[in-house]
């Protein structure tokens, strides 16, 4: 049990690196205003897939790391990331009914709460912010949240990793 | 989660109100360039692919306007080193200072920051190379922007677009001096409290003033593209193109001014 946890924390570390490059990846600046919130949505899989192991601690430092990544306002992601694991965290027990569809509406939801909250908190401690606040990375990752779950799924099968991982315990 | 709510808020108030992070900063710096490099790592690959597959007529075409174009460069080259000899005769002849040559370092960009509306570039130069916070970025074609951030190999550059910066500018044709900021657009600059009475026109090079002693004076930083009167607003609502291509420049030169360098070696002779 130990090794097989040890293993899942690799793999949800590895994949938020990996969100944290996509999320890096320079674009012009229309396209990036239509970049989906890839860490956060890597996030959300891990809390959907292994609850046992993926809380509001996971989702903490997630954010924290991509508060160190993009270099402004540092714990700003932590905090966001933190309270929407948490909201999640309370409809845990409805979302084994949820088919993906059903997932990509609460991801399309939270990714616009964490907008929100992004928005407010910028607002607060960046004095003579002049931002806008954006609903295009919510649509994007509510459409692009079935295609991950596909690929993630597919590829943690070929990996061998499937058994060890869902029971999560 | 209240724990980890409080902790982050505290990073939060601590990263706006003291600079007790500073110190930090550096070093995660340090750990996120690679994962930036990475990350610009497919416009790299695609550069290599562009640069390596090229017809022989393509190039040969691209030889042949670049000789035209340093044919043409050093024909004006002659007359700027007449200009630049009489310029000195004349200021002698004024009693002023000699007029000071800027030296540049190239660098290069390494990263974007992936905030859409905070218009912000990392490049690879930081204190190993003597870059110091405030020092004016240029590209091949205007101002881009000043350091905000010194790391030690890399530093972060706040772009003119950006809607936090503004730059003390006048106009080539007649000397109006103005403010320009940013908008967070990288295509459109303002000019902000311009009077109705103020003679500026659709077309007039902009440069920057020298004025606040952060930029060095002279550098083209754009061209008005509308002046317009807003009924109910007692100032000229003026719009220019920066000359910089803000969003697509990949080589940046790194200014030090003449001035600076003059007061350092005086704070060293001393």
Not at chain 1, 130 to 158: D, H, M, Q, Y
Not at chain 2, 67 to 83: C, D, N, P
Request: net charge neutral; proline share 4%; glycine share 8%.
């Amino acid at each position: 049990m130990q090794e097989s946890s040890l293993l899942t924390y690799l793999w949800s570390g590895g994949s938020i690196v990996i969100g944290l490059l996509l999320q890096l990846i320079p674009l012009s600046s229309t396209a990036a205003l239509w970049r989906p919130q890839f860490v956060l949505l890597i996030v959300f899989y891990w809390l959907f897939r292994s609850p046992f192991l993926h809380g509001v601690m996971f989702a903490w430092f997630s954010g924290l790391l991509l508060d160190i990544f993009v270099g402004e306002l540092l714990g700003r992601h932590a905090i966001v990331f933190a309270l929407c694991a948490y909201l999640i965290r309370l409809v845990q027990q409805r979302l084994h009914h949820f088919g993906v569809l059903h997932q990509a509406m609460l991801v399309l939801f939270m990714v616009l709460v964490s907008q929100l909250l992004l928005h407010s908190i910028t607002l607060i401690f960046r004095v003579g912010w002049e931002g806008s606040l954006s609903i295009a990375p919510a649509i994007t990752s509510a459409i692009i949240w079935p295609l991950l779950v596909f690929f993630a799924n597919r590829l943690l099968k070929t990996q061998g990793l499937e058994q060890s991982i869902s029971s999560g315990s | 989660m209240l724990l980890l709510a409080f902790v982050a808020l505290f990073l939060l108030f601590i990263d706006t109100y003291t600079r007790w992070l500073q110190p930090v900063r550096p070093w995660l710096a340090e750990l996120t360039t690679p994962l930036y490099w990475v990350s610009s790592l497919p416009r790299r690959i695609g550069e290599l692919g562009d640069e390596t597959v090229v017809s022989r007529a393509d190039l040969e075409a691209e030889i042949s306007r670049q000789k035209t174009q340093l044919f043409i460069l050093k024909g004006r080259m002659q007359r700027m080193a007449e200009l630049a000899a009489e310029n000195v005769r004349l200021r002698n002849l004024l009693n002023a200072t000699e007029l000071l040559q800027d030296s540049v370092l190239v660098s290069e960009l390494i990263g974007v920051s992936p905030d859409p509306s905070r218009h912000t570039i990392i490049v690879n130069r930081g204190e190993d190379h003597d870059v110091f916070v405030g020092q004016a970025v240029l590209d091949a074609d205007g101002l881009m922007g000043q350091v905000v951030e010194v790391y030690h190999s890399s530093s972060k550059v706040l772009l003119i677009s950006d809607s936090s910066h503004a730059l003390p500018v006048q106009v080539l044709r007649n000397g109006v001096r103005s403010i320009a900021e940013g908008m967070g657009d990288h295509k459109r600059l303002t000019l902000r409290f311009v009077t109705p009475t103020t003679d500026i026109k659709v077309g007039d090079q902009l440069v920057s003033s020298g004025l606040g002693g952060r930029y060095p004076l002279g550098y083209p930083v754009g061209t008005v593209t509308s002046v317009d009167m807003v009924s109910g607003n007692p100032y000229l609502k003026v719009e220019l193109e920066p000359s910089a291509r803000i969003d697509r420049s990949r080589y940046l030169l790194l200014v030090f001014s003449a001035v600076e360098q003059l007061g350092k070696d005086t704070d060293a002779g001393e």
